[in-house]
C-alpha cells in the first residue's frame, strides 16, 4: 500500500492565475480545418475569416521547393504534384501501418514506418515528418490567424476531434498542439461541440443524433444530453464516404459526356485532372442552391468543353451515397437502443449537409418530425462549439440565473492541503461535474477521496463531509493513472460522488447530504469568511498548485534529461540545471509570484528537450 494521506493532485495544469488570455476552439477537419473564438461584441461564438477572406483552411500542405504552402494554395497543388503535397493527414494520426489498409491506396504521398516505432511518418524528398508534426502545420497556421485577430499572442486552444478517436488519436493531437505552441486545454468531441453550438446543453434532458458527412468522411453520433452532460451513446460511420466519392462520380459523368461529344478519351494529364476535379467540386456545390450548372474545361489543343448539368443529375449520382449513410445511422440508433422518434433533434454537420435532397432523407429518415438543425454553417458548427468550450475553460461563462442552488462549494482534498473545487456555490441543482486526477507517488495502489464543502481555498478551513477511498488501482507511474472524479448532486440535493481510475476500471463512490447539519447561519459565516480571507486564500492555494507543478516538471524533466539531455549542447544543460535549482529554492519559500516566472522560464527552456524526448519516443 502507498503512504497514507490524500495523494492526487490535478493531472491537469494548475489553473493559472486569472488572465484575460483568449482561448480559441478549433476544428482540425480531414478536409478543412477552422477558428473561432467567442465575440466580445455579441457574446456569440465566430469564426475567423484568413486574408482571402474565407474561413475555411484546407487540411492541405505542399512543400514546393524551400517553401511550406498551407490552405488553398496547397490545394491547388495537389493534383500537380501529388507526391509532395500532403492531405487527409488526420487519417494517419496515432496510427502505425498494421493499422492502415485502405489509407494507402488513396494517399500519393510515401507513407513509411519509422524503423523503431510502429508508428508512420510521411516522407518527403528525404525528409520525415509525423503526422503530428504535419497537423501542427496545419494548427500554426489558425493560431497566427487567430494572434492577427487579437494582436497578440495566442497560446490556450480547445481542439475537437471524431467521437471514434481512441486514445493514441487523441493523444497525437495533443501533441500536434503542443508542437504548433498550443496548450490543448480540451479535446473535444466533434458531435459534442456541434450540439454545444446549438446551445443543447441547456436541455434539461435530451438525446440527439448528430449526423455528420464531410469531404472524406461519414460520422453518425448519438448523444445523450443530461445537465449539461454529454454521453456518447453510440457512433457509428464510414471514413471513406464523403463528399469526394460524390466529386469522383460526377468526374465521371463529366468524362463520359465529353467522350461522348468529342469521340476521344479525356485523358489523364494532371493539370485537367485537376480541372475536372475543380469543376465537379464546385458545379456539385452550385447545385445545393441553384437548379442549374456550367462546367468548363480548357482542353489543350483543341476547343474548350462547355457542359451544362442539372440538379437532378447530381442528385441521382448522389442518392445512392446519401442511402448508404442512412444504413450507418439505422445501425448507431440500434446500437443506442432507439427509434428515430425518440430523438429531440438531428444536427447537421459537414458541408454536404448543404445539399436539399439529403435534408429530405435524413429528415424523412428519423421520421419527419424530429427538427434538424441545420441554421448553423455546417461546416462551421463545430469550430463554433470549440469556441464556446474554449470560453467555459477560460472561465468566462457563469450562468447568473440561479432556482434551487447548492448553498455552498463542494470539492475534494488535492496534493499539500488544498480543496479543488467540482461544483461551485450557487449552482443550479440538479448538476454534475466532473474533473481528471492523477497519482503522485510511483506505484500508488490506492487514493483517499477527502470530499470538503466550503468557499475557502485550503482543507483546514472547510467542512469534511466524507472520505472514502479508491483502492487496487494496479501500480503504475506517478501520473499515469487517470482518476476522474464526478460529482452529482440531485434535485433532492443528495450528493452522490465518484472516483472511478479509467485505465484499470476500478471505482468507488460515497453519498452524502452537503446541507445536513448545516444552518443558515453557519452558511453566512463560511462565506463572510471567505471573502474575507480570500486574497490571503488564494495566495495559499496558488502556491501548493505550483509547488505541486513544480514537482511534477522537475521530475518529468530529469527524466528527459537522463534519456537524450547528451544530445543538448552544454551550457543549455547548465542553465537548465540552474534554473531547476532556482525552483526548488522557490517552492520552498513563500511567494508565489517569482515561483511562477521561474517555473515559466524553465518550461520554454526546456520546450527544445521535451521535443527531443517526444521525438525519441516516436522513434523507439
Ligand atoms: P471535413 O469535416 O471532412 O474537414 P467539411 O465539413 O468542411 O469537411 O466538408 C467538406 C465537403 O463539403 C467537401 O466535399 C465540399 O465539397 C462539401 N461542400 C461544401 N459546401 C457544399 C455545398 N454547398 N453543397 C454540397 N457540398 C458542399
Ligand atoms: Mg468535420
Keep these: 500500500m502507498t503512504p497514507i494521506g490524500i495523494n492526487i493532485h490535478r493531472s491537469q495544469q494548475p489553473p493559472a492565475p486569472p488572465t484575460d488570455e483568449p482561448v480559441i476552439g478549433i476544428?482540425?477537419?480531414?478536409?478543412?480545418?477552422?477558428?473561432?473564438?467567442?465575440?466580445?461584441?455579441t457574446g456569440k461564438p465566430v469564426v475567423l475569416p484568413g486574408p482571402d477572406g474565407s474561413t475555411l483552411v484546407p487540411s492541405v500542405i505542399a512543400f514546393a521547393g524551400s517553401e511550406t504552402l498551407v490552405g488553398f494554395d496547397a490545394r491547388r497543388?495537389?493534383?500537380?504534384?501529388?507526391?509532395?503535397?500532403?492531405?487527409?493527414?488526420?487519417?494517419?494520426?496515432?496510427?502505425?501501418?498494421g493499422d492502415l489498409g485502405r489509407e494507402l491506396e488513396f494517399l500519393p504521398y510515401h507513407v513509411v514506418e519509422s524503423s523503431m516505432t510502429d508508428l508512420v511518418r510521411v516522407q518527403i524528398g528525404d525528409r520525415f515528418y509525423t503526422p503530428q508534426e504535419l497537423s501542427a502545420v496545419i494548427l500554426a497556421t489558425l493560431k497566427r490567424r487567430a494572434e492577427a485577430h487579437f494582436g497578440r499572442p495566442v497560446t490556450k486552444a480547445v481542439i475537437t476531434v471524431p467521437a471514434y478517436f481512441d486514445d493514441a488519436q487523441r493523444q497525437a493531437t495533443r501533441d500536434a498542439g503542443r508542437i504548433a505552441g498550443l496548450d490543448v486545454l480540451r479535446i473535444v468531441n466533434e458531435p459534442t461541440a456541434a450540439a454545444l453550438a446549438y446551445g443543447l446543453d441547456r436541455e434539461h434532458d435530451g438525446k440527439v443524433a448528430v449526423?455528420?458527412?464531410?469531404?472524406?468522411?461519414?460520422?453518425?453520433?448519438?448523444l445523450r444530453i443530461s445537465e449539461g452532460v454529454f454521453q456518447v451513446l453510440a457512433t457509428h460511420g464510414d471514413t471513406y464516404l464523403g463528399g469526394d466519392d460524390l466529386d469522383r462520380d460526377v468526374m465521371?459523368?463529366?468524362?463520359?459526356?465529353?467522350?461522348?461529344?468529342?469521340?476521344?478519351?479525356?485523358?489523364?494529364?494532371?493539370?485537367?485532372?485537376?480541372?475536372?476535379?475543380?469543376?465537379?467540386?464546385?458545379?456539385?456545390?452550385?447545385?445545393?442552391?441553384?437548379?442549374?450548372?456550367?462546367?468548363?474545361?480548357?482542353?489543350?489543343?483543341?476547343?474548350a468543353f462547355e457542359l451544362e448539368l442539372t440538379r437532378q443529375q447530381v442528385e441521382d449520382l448522389c442518392s445512392p451515397w446519401i442511402d448508404k449513410t442512412l444504413e450507418h445511422c439505422r445501425i448507431a440508433l440500434r446500437d443506442a437502443g432507439l427509434a428515430g422518434e425518440d430523438l429531440d433533434a438531428v444536427v447537421m454537420v459537414g458541408g454536404v449537409t448543404r445539399m436539399p435532397l439529403l435534408r429530405q432523407k435524413v429528415a424523412a429518415f428519423f421520421g419527419g418530425h424530429v427538427p434538424l438543425h441545420t441554421d448553423i454553417?455546417?461546416?462551421?458548427?463545430?469550430?463554433?462549439?470549440?469556441?464556446?468550450?474554449?470560453?467555459?475553460l477560460a472561465g468566462k461563462t457563469r450562468d447568473l440565473l440561479l432556482l434551487d442552488v447548492t448553498p455552498l462549494s463542494l470539492g475534494i482534498e488535492t496534493m499539500g492541503g488544498a480543496v479543488s473545487k467540482l461544483i461551485m456555490r450557487n449552482t443550479h441543482v440538479p448538476c454534475s461535474a466532473s474533473e481528471k486526477f492523477t497519482t503522485f507517488v510511483d506505484g500508488q495502489t490506492s487514493v483517499k477521496?477527502?470530499?470538503?464543502q466550503g468557499?475557502?481555498?485550503?482543507?483546514?478551513?472547510?467542512?469534511?463531509?466524507?472520505t472514502f477511498d479508491l483502492r487496487d488501482i494496479p501500480p503504475m507511474p506517478a501520473g499515469l493513472p487517470k482518476i476522474k472524479v464526478t460529482f452529482h448532486i440531485d434535485a433532492d440535493g443528495i450528493l452522490n460522488v465518484t472516483a472511478a481510475e479509467e485505465r484499470s476500471g476500478r471505482s468507488?463512490?460515497?453519498?452524502?447530504?452537503?446541507?445536513?447539519?448545516?444552518?443558515?447561519?453557519?452558511?453566512?459565516?463560511?462565506?463572510?469568511?471567505?471573502?474575507?480571507?480570500?486574497?490571503?486564500d488564494l495566495t495559499a492555494h496558488r502556491l501548493i498548485d505550483l509547488r505541486n507543478q513544480a514537482d511534477v516538471d522537475i521530475r518529468a524533466i530529469r527524466k528527459t534529461l537522463a534519456r537524450v539531455g547528451d544530445a543538448l549542447p552544454a551550457d543549455e544543460r547548465v542553465k537548465i540545471e540552474a534554473a531547476i535549482a532556482d525552483v526548488e529554492r522557490l517552492a520552498a519559500g513563500t511567494e508565489p509570484d517569482p515561483l511562477h516566472k521561474r517555473l515559466d522560464e524553465l518550461g520554454k527552456m526546456t520546450r527544445r528537450l521535451a521535443e527531443l524526448g517526444i521525438r525519441k519516443t516516436l522513434m523507439e
Aim: aromatic share 4%; glycine share 8%.
Design 27 to 41: 476544428d482540425l477537419g480531414t478536409t478543412n480545418s477552422l477558428v473561432a473564438i467567442m465575440s466580445p461584441e
Design 77 to 97: 497543388c495537389a493534383t500537380l504534384q501529388p507526391q509532395t503535397t500532403v492531405f487527409s493527414i488526420k487519417r494517419l494520426m496515432g496510427k502505425g501501418l
Design 211 to 222: 449526423y455528420d458527412l464531410g469531404g472524406g468522411t461519414f460520422d453518425i453520433s448519438v
Design 252 to 303: 465521371r459523368f463529366i468524362r463520359a459526356r465529353f467522350e461522348a461529344a468529342r469521340g476521344h478519351a479525356l485523358g489523364e494529364d494532371p493539370r485537367l485532372l485537376s480541372q475536372l476535379r475543380e469543376q465537379a467540386e464546385a458545379a456539385r456545390i452550385a447545385l445545393s442552391s441553384g437548379d442549374r450548372a456550367t462546367v468548363r474545361l480548357e482542353v489543350p489543343g483543341e476547343p
Design 377 to 392: 454553417n455546417p461546416d462551421e458548427v463545430v469550430a463554433l462549439g470549440a469556441a464556446v468550450q474554449a470560453h467555459v
Design 449 to 452: 477521496i477527502h470530499v470538503l
Design 455 to 466: 468557499e475557502r481555498e485550503l482543507v483546514k478551513d472547510c467542512r469534511s463531509l466524507a
Design 508 to 536: 468507488a463512490s460515497v453519498q452524502v447530504t452537503p446541507t445536513h447539519g448545516l444552518a443558515k447561519a453557519e452558511i453566512e459565516r463560511m462565506v463572510a469568511e471567505s471573502i474575507a480571507s480570500a486574497r490571503a
